[in-house]
């Protein structure tokens, strides 16, 4: 289906969720989501499954990256580092 166009974006902004895909691509949700499936299932892709927020009312949704990508550390001091 769109694969082709999924991997560029995802290689292109990192890691997003299912709706950003579709509206970054111009591909309808639906079809955004069948295609992360078959991504997912010969491992182009890691995915799962997350609850987000929106107007304090739950909404689930597909995170993907690239499969083997390890998205960036986020700022600020890690646990385990020693203060000097």
Request: aromatic letters at 4%; a positive charge; charged letters at 25%.
């Amino acid at each position: 289906m769109h694969k082709n166009a999924i991997l560029q974006y995802l290689k292109k902004h990192g890691q997003k969720i299912d709706w950003e895909i579709a509206a970054g691509t111009n591909i309808p949700l639906d079809e955004v989501r069948e295609s992360l499936t078959q991504l997912s299932n010969i491992g182009e892709i890691s995915r799962c499954i997350v609850t987000r927020f929106a107007d304090g009312k739950p909404v689930e949704g597909m995170l993907c990256r690239i499969a083997g990508t390890i998205p960036p550390q986020a700022p600020g001091r890690k646990p385990g580092v020693p203060v000097t």
